[in-house]
């Protein structure tokens, strides 16, 4: 099972940094569905004929059990561990995406120039973190720009409307745990009490 192990790893990695982590039962079920009908399933079937005498009261039926899943735990406890779920805003996962952020920053510095609050140049250049052209980007704060702030004091700011839902409290069901490596904490996506929700932003991506 050494390299169905590697594989489930990479998707338990996978699957956190996409905010839908694993319980340990969907565990054992992607273990089993990944040697279902190959040689491997072959060679479980032997080493259980051998060794278990469970498997010939079930009517020699090939499935990886909780036996086996203690101990994947066990070899990979360096790498993952099964944690509560903390809940993480759906919208952002929706909604802060780069060509969303890229398209509204877009359209917020064409405004700025057309109200001489900023000034837009020829090519982008690097800026520090106070403003000034810099050579490199080790000198840089950000990303490369063509539009400098000219009167950064006559620009405005308005925060978001917030929505009441109601999920980002919710506890665990059960207390269920899910799997993720060992130094991330798996979330879960649902609807925040403060959802953000910005009506020009929702208008141009429509």
Not at 189 to 195: E, F, G, L, N, V
């Amino acid at each position: 099972m050494k390299g169905i192990e590697d594989y489930i790893m990479e998707v338990e990695s996978q699957l956190t940094k996409m905010c839908i982590p694993m319980t340990h039962q969907q565990g054992l079920e992607l273990a089993n569905s990944l040697i279902s009908g190959t040689s491997t399933a072959e060679k479980v079937q032997a080493w259980k004929k051998r060794y278990c005498v469970a498997f010939t009261k079930n009517g020699g039926k090939v499935k990886l059990g909780q036996s086996y899943w203690c101990g994947f735990m066990k070899r990979h406890g360096h790498k993952i561990k099964a944690k509560k779920g903390i809940r993480f805003d759906d919208k952002r996962a929706d909604w802060c995406t780069h060509a969303n952020f890229k398209s509204m920053y877009e359209e917020v510095y064409s405004e700025m120039v057309a109200g001489g609050i900023a000034m837009k140049l020829d090519t982008p250049v690097w800026l520090s973190s106070v403003g000034k052209i810099v050579k490199s980007k080790e000198e840089a704060f950000g990303m490369k720009t063509k539009f400098i702030l000219n009167h950064p004091y006559k620009l405005l700011f308005v925060d978001e409307v917030g929505s009441n839902t109601l999920q980002a409290k919710d506890s665990n069901c059960g207390g269920e745990k899910f799997l993720v490596p060992n130094k991330l904490r798996p979330q879960i996506k649902s609807a925040c009490k403060d959802t953000l929700y910005c009506p020009w932003l929702h208008s141009h991506i429509q």
